[in-house]
């Protein structure tokens, strides 16, 4: 069973940028696409930047441009630059393949705010 942990996250003022990294144990990592998730309280969580196999990103409108997914096959890790950090960014953030087929981690927290 692939284990997930994500870290990195923290309080940041708008404006700001931080950077997530997900570790994932077992050998198979680098044959899944890889997504970052985020919940914000209240929320359903959401995917908002995903990775192909190969370092094909996608994201939602409201990252785009800020955000910045990348993996490392060889360390088992998919990282999130995270740039411009606004307060609605606030949530936590967990990583999984992009159909969830991981059980999730603990998630990384992300507060954003002066």
Same mark, same amino acid.
């Given at each position: 069973? /692939? !284990?997930?942990?994500?870290?990195?996250?923290?309080? /940041?003022?708008?404006?700001?940028?931080?950077?997530?990294?997900?570790? *994932?144990?077992?050998? #198979?990592?680098?044959?899944? *696409?890889?997504?970052?998730?985020?919940? *914000?309280?209240?929320? !359903?969580? !959401?995917? @908002? *930047?995903?990775? #192909?196999?190969?370092?094909?990103?996608?994201?939602?409108? %409201? /990252? #785009?441009?800020?955000?910045?997914?990348?993996?490392?096959?060889?360390?088992?890790?998919?990282?999130? !630059?995270?740039? %411009?950090?606004?307060?609605?960014?606030?949530? /936590?953030?967990?990583?999984?393949?992009?159909?969830?087929?991981?059980?999730?981690?603990?998630?990384?927290?992300? #507060? @954003?705010?002066?």
């Amino acid at each position: 069973q /692939v !284990q997930l942990v994500e870290s990195g996250g923290g309080l /940041v003022q708008p404006g700001g940028s931080l950077r997530l990294s997900c570790a *994932a144990s077992g050998s #198979t990592f680098s044959f899944y *696409a890889m997504g970052w998730y985020r919940q *914000a309280p209240g929320k !359903q969580r !959401q995917l @908002v *930047a995903s990775i #192909t196999r190969g370092g094909s990103a996608g994201y939602v409108d %409201s /990252v #785009t441009g800020r955000f910045i997914i990348s993996r490392d096959n060889a360390k088992n890790t998919v990282y999130l !630059q995270m740039n %411009s950090l606004k307060p609605d960014d606030t949530a /936590v953030y967990y990583c999984n393949t992009v159909t969830t087929g991981f059980r999730w981690g603990q998630g990384t927290q992300v #507060t @954003v705010s002066s």
